[in-house]
């Protein structure tokens, strides 16, 4: 009996050191997101600039690339960029559509921002309620502590549940990534190597590749059967979501994704492994979400 306690006293404590890295692992992408909806404040300033170019009489540009303007709504003289080939109610539409472009940007980063920062409140809580558990608990109830505290765990996704885990299983029987959403078969490698494997081997011409754009990250690919259309909108969308997360990327508000036909990528000669050059190709900007929100368990 003694050692069925320890041994429940000992899983408890090594839930809260699970539940201490995951804190400090939360903190960190909060801090980057927050860096990131700081940046993305600059769509007001955009939008003044805007404002302030179409207060100025319309006589063209004249080739001038940097002006120096008065801010219609601070009354602040500051230097504008300008493109010396448009005019200047173009610059200004220009300056518009940057504007609402960041204005996106900061909604997605604000929203990102304050659910990572509700479940650093929900992990430290869980953090808290285990250290009173460890100090004040009776070790004849140790069975019913540890049952709840690893049913909590489960829900934060902590720790796996039975499902995570047999799928936890079945995926290490399988070279990559692999997800299945409305008859599509969606692969993401797992490393350089596998990237390899998975664009130069595994996939055929007509198959979806796509990559995020600037950042190191997996190859994803949708499989496309034989004599099939081009992939739905949305069956791009999550592919691009998930090279997202699965990338450096993962915890920006939104990246750019590179889209093509394998058809049109080229392993050069002696380049390591996952490097390849793309042609063809279309960019999706998207957000990252991980396999979890994606699809169903």
């Known amino acids: 009996m003694e050692n069925a306690t320890e041994h429940s006293y000992d899983e408890i404590r090594r839930i809260k050191r699970i539940c201490s890295r995951a804190v400090k692992r939360e903190i960190r992408k909060c801090e980057k997101q927050k860096i990131e909806r700081q940046e993305s404040c600059n769509w007001l300033f955009y939008k003044q600039i805007a404002d302030s170019l179409l207060a100025l009489p319309d006589s063209g540009n004249n080739g001038i690339p940097v002006l120096q303007l008065e801010n219609v709504h601070t009354g602040d003289t500051v230097e504008v960029s300008l493109n010396p080939r448009l005019t200047l109610r173009k610059n200004a539409a220009w300056y518009y559509k940057k504007s609402q ?70 995926d290490a029987s399988t070279p990559f990534y692999h997800f299945y959403d409305e008859n599509w078969d969606i692969y993401a490698g797992r490393n350089a190597r596998q990237n390899d494997e998975l664009t130069t081997r595994f996939a055929r011409p007509a198959d979806i590749w796509l990559h995020v754009a600037a950042h190191s990250g997996s190859h994803v690919l949708i499989r496309r059967p034989k004599g099939t259309s081009y992939p739905p909108e949305y069956i791009i969308r999550k592919a691009a979501m998930l090279a997202v997360w699965y990338s450096k990327a993962r915890h920006t508000s939104f990246a750019e994704v590179h889209v093509t036909e394998v058809r049109y990528i080229r392993k050069p000669r002696k380049a390591p492994p996952g490097e390849v050059r793309i042609s063809n190709y279309k960019s999706v900007r998207t957000e990252p979400k991980s396999p979890k929100e994606l699809f169903s368990q």
Do not use: M, W
């Not at 997605?108 to 608990?137: G, H, M, P, W």
């Not at 049913?151 to 549940?161: I, M, N, Q």
């Open 101 to 170: 472009k960041a204005k996106r940007g900061h909604d997605i980063a604000c929203r990102k921002v304050a659910e990572t920062q509700e479940r650093i409140t929900r992990l430290s809580s869980f953090k808290t309620d285990i250290e009173e558990v460890l100090y004040t608990s009776d070790s004849t109830d140790s069975e019913t502590v540890l049952e709840n505290i690893t049913g909590r765990a489960r829900e934060l996704g902590l720790v796996p549940g039975i499902q995570q885990q047999k799928k936890k299983q079945e």
